[in-house]
């Protein structure tokens, strides 16, 4: 079965670093977009940053102090948190669109051509 499967998430104070993990099972992610959102509790849904063939893509809120790669040996993407507000405790989702012929076509901040999810992995910044 396809799967993806997020990690990494947890409390920090506010100037903190998390790293997030998302491991997928099923495909290659080298045949994908893989992003990353979030949810805030009362808020709806955001895309945070993407990666795919045409390299990485970063929501305004968190350039600079977010980093994405993707390690294609161990089928995982990652998403590495500096510098964490409390503005960014959410639910973090870790999501894929199918990219098999390499276009780029789902490089695009908009979880709505993304049709495959994780469950989420809650962070959590105090103040």
């Not at 947890?10 to 949810?39: D, E, H, K, N, P």
């Not at 990485?56 to 993407?77: C, E, H, I, M, P």
């Amino acid at each position: 079965a396809q799967q993806l499967v997020e990690s990494g998430g947890g409390s920090v104070q506010a100037g903190g670093s998390l790293t997030l993990s998302c491991v997928a099972s099923g495909y290659t992610i080298r045949s994908a977009c893989m992003g990353w959102f979030r949810q805030p509790p009362g808020k709806e849904r955001e895309a945070v940053a993407l990666i795919s063939t045409r390299g990485s893509l970063y929501a305004d809120s968190v350039k600079g102090r977010f980093a994405l790669w993707q390690d294609n040996a161990k089928n995982t993407v990652y998403l590495q948190m500096h510098y964490l507000k409390p503005e960014d405790s959410a639910v973090y989702y870790c999501a894929r669109a199918d990219d098999r012929d390499g276009t780029g076509w789902c490089h695009r901040l908009s979880s709505a051509f993304y049709p495959y999810w994780g469950r989420g992995t809650q962070v959590t910044v105090s103040s």
